[in-house]
Every structure is written in structure tokens, then in C-alpha cells.
């Protein structure tokens, strides 16, 4: 069975940092494309990071130069080092694995990603505020 069980998520003021975690079980994630995504009640969910086997990565323009996808394939986990937080970045942050290449991925509105991509952890919330 597999899962994906997020971890680190908590609050922090405008400029602060967070790192979340997002531990596999069941599956293999250097074998994936892992992704981070985040969602905020009546919005859909859009894409924030994704990191491929072979450590290529892709991120949003929002969060451009402050994110960071990373993993530690020891621990079969992967994080997400979000930097110079905004009020803006507060959401539910899910983990999401897939074989979706990462160059087919476009961060872009519109596309139902639960639909693509096969794993979900749970969730976890940051809250950033001003």
C-alpha cells in the first residue's frame, strides 16, 4: 500500500521560512516525479515544485527563487524549503508522486491534477502572516 505522509507544516510571520517533509511508503520516489502542491478553500489546487529521478526540477512562478524542491532518497522523502514566506503562500500543502515526466508538466490554471497524478499525502496547512 502506499502512502504519502506530509510533516513540518506550522505557522510564521511575512519573511519568515518553513520546511515541510513528505515520507513515502509502499513506493519508491527517486523512481517518481514528486511533486508539491498547495490549495486554499474555493480555489483549485495548483502545482508549487516538482523534482524528477533524475533531480531535474520545475517550479512556479510564484514561487520562483524562494521555494525549494529537494530529496533525500535514503529516507525516501522529499521537502519542500520555502523561503521569504508571504501572506499569499498560506494554503494546504499536499506531496503528490507520479510517472507523469516532468517535462510534460506545465504549472499553469485549469488542470485537474488529482486527476494526473496517481499518490496524495494528506495535507499538511502553513499559515504565514503579515
Known amino acids: 500500500r502506499v502512502q504519502l505522509v506530509e510533516s513540518g507544516g506550522g505557522s510564521v510571520q511575512s519573511g519568515g521560512s518553513l520546511r515541510i517533509s513528505c515520507r513515502a511508503s509502499?513506493?519508491?520516489?527517486?523512481?517518481?516525479?514528486m511533486a508539491w502542491f498547495r490549495q486554499i478553500p474555493g480555489k483549485e489546487r495548483e502545482g508549487v515544485a516538482a523534482?524528477?529521478?533524475?533531480?531535474?526540477?520545475k517550479y512556479a512562478d510564484s514561487v520562483e527563487d524562494r521555494f525549494i524542491i529537494s530529496t533525500n532518497d535514503a529516507k525516501n522523502t522529499i521537502y519542500l524549503q520555502m523561503n521569504r514566506l508571504k501572506p499569499g503562500d498560506t494554503a494546504m500543502y499536499y506531496c503528490?508522486?507520479?510517472?507523469?515526466?516532468?517535462?510534460?508538466?506545465?504549472?499553469?490554471?485549469?488542470?485537474?491534477?488529482?486527476?494526473?497524478?496517481?499518490?496524495w499525502g494528506q495535507g499538511v496547512q502553513d499559515t504565514v502572516s503579515s
Open positions: 509502499g513506493i519508491t520516489l527517486n523512481r517518481y516525479c
Open positions: 503528490a508522486a507520479d510517472g507523469v515526466p516532468l517535462r510534460d508538466i506545465r504549472w499553469k490554471p485549469g488542470v485537474r491534477w488529482t486527476s494526473i497524478f496517481s499518490y
Open positions: 523534482i524528477d529521478d533524475s533531480g531535474d526540477t
